[in-house]
Every structure is written in C-alpha cells, then in structure tokens.
C-alpha cells in the first residue's frame, strides 16, 4: 500500500469534524471523498489508515475524533425562523433560514429555536431591532420572564405578567415610550433565553 499523505489525513480529519458539527453525524466515505477532492476508495484506505494510527476511531460506519467526542451531546441545533415582532403584533413566519449549533453549557437543555427581534419594544431590555433571540420551546412563564406570546395568530416578544385581580395577561413592552398590551388569553411559544448580537 502506498504511503498516505498526511496533509490529506488532516484535511479528512477536518471536514469530519465541520460535517459533524453542522449535521450531527458522521458524513459517509462518498461526502468525504467530494469534499477532500479524493476517490471514494481512496476515501476509505484513508479512514482505515487513520483509525490504525490513531487519528480518528473508525468502525465502517461512524467515525470520530476528539474534537467530536468533546462535541457529542454538548451542543444543542437550533433552527433559526423569522422575525419576531418587538413592537406590535406581528404575524409570525415560520420559515427556517438554517440551523445553528449552540452549546448546551451556555444556553441550558431544551429544545430552542431563534427569532430574529424587528422593532424597537425591547430596547430597555437589551433586545434591539435585528437582534437574534434564543428561545427555549416551552408553555408557560413565570411573571417577569420575556416570552413569545401568540394573540389571534400574531407573536410578538413582551415580557410576561399575570394579572389575576382582573383576569387577564400583561404583555409589557420594555419601552418606557410604549404601553403595555392587555389580553384574556394568549399562547406561549417559549421564553427568550439569549441575546446574540453584533457589538459596533
């Protein structure tokens, strides 16, 4: 068997890795060969070669590194949807733009998605127009929590109060310019968990 290069191994042992990290699993010889520039069968000598050595650990099938081992069951996809509307009501779009990966040591269990904050309600709370907000799914909230609240098909992101003396819900917008929004009723989406957000 020829000697193989070690420039390929580490470049296999890359895309492994970035395969890994955007799709939560191994990518098969076929999707290693294309996106290293080799054969197929030159794909998998490679593999079995590095499992020898130690660089990566191969079965046939899965394949995994360090890096991937660290990754595993750490990191939590994410789908990144629409706007999500931080002044009126606004109709929400569920169009997933991609996913994303976020580690679960910073951002908690759960299942999450992100909403991309339009308008100007959220300010005061550190949400601003273009921000992107982590929500964890979820269908209920404590008082003072900022949720993504449905009202007649319409989300919007307040913050969360219940109002039992008269019966209704207080969405307050964190905007000393704007007044808060009164409902009987309403359907939580989930709670805003974080702020990602570009530092000018």
Not at 66 to 94: F, M, T, W, Y
Not at 155 to 179: C, G, Q, S, V, W
Request: hydrophobic share 35%.
């Amino acid at each position: 068997m020829r000697s193989k290069s070690i420039e390929t191994m580490n470049k296999i042992k890359e895309y492994i890795e970035r395969y890994y990290l955007d799709h939560y699993q191994s990518p098969s010889t076929a999707r290693i060969a294309e996106g290293v520039g080799i054969g197929r069968s030159t794909a998998y000598k490679y593999l079995v070669e590095m499992n020898e050595r130690g660089m990566i650990s191969y079965d046939g099938k899965n394949i995994s590194t360090d890096i991937i081992e660290q990754s595993s069951h750490k990191l939590i996809r994410a789908a990144v949807l629409g706007n999500i509307s931080c002044g009126l009501p606004n109709l929400a779009e569920e169009n997933i733009e991609e996913y994303v990966s976020l580690p679960e040591s910073l951002f908690g269990s759960g299942e999450f998605y992100i909403l991309r904050a339009s308008g100007e309600s959220m300010i005061e709370a550190g949400i601003n127009d273009g921000d992107l907000v982590v929500i964890r799914k979820q269908s209920c909230a404590e008082d003072g929590e900022i949720v993504v609240a449905l009202v007649d098909d319409e989300a919007t992101l307040k913050r969360f109060y219940k109002d039992d003396e008269h019966k209704r819900i207080i969405l307050h917008p964190e905007n000393r310019t704007m007044n808060d929004i009164y409902v009987d009723n309403c359907i939580l989406q989930g709670v805003a968990v974080k702020v990602i957000k570009d530092l000018r």
